[in-house]
């Protein structure tokens, strides 16, 4: 699972605004990470893990459905 560009979805600035800057950073280079490569992080704080789960399954719909469009070509 490695592509060029992903969909950030501005609902998720709502999540990620209740988290101080370390936690934002560490969550946004989390998510960046999984959606170019798709590595799992380890993430010690429950609500960071919550907060990622939600994100993780639309990263994981958004590329199912960019693999399906894309085998059709």
Request: aromatic share 16%; charged share 30%.
């Amino acid at each position: 699972m490695k592509r060029g560009t992903f969909i950030f979805y501005t609902e998720w600035l709502e999540y990620l605004s209740e988290f101080n800057e370390v936690q934002r950073l560490r969550m946004y280079e989390t998510i960046i990470k999984y959606a170019m490569h798709g590595t799992h992080p380890h993430l010690d704080d429950i609500a960071e893990r919550s907060v990622f789960k939600f994100i993780k399954s639309t990263i994981d719909r958004d590329m199912m459905r960019y693999e399906a469009r894309t085998d059709n070509y």
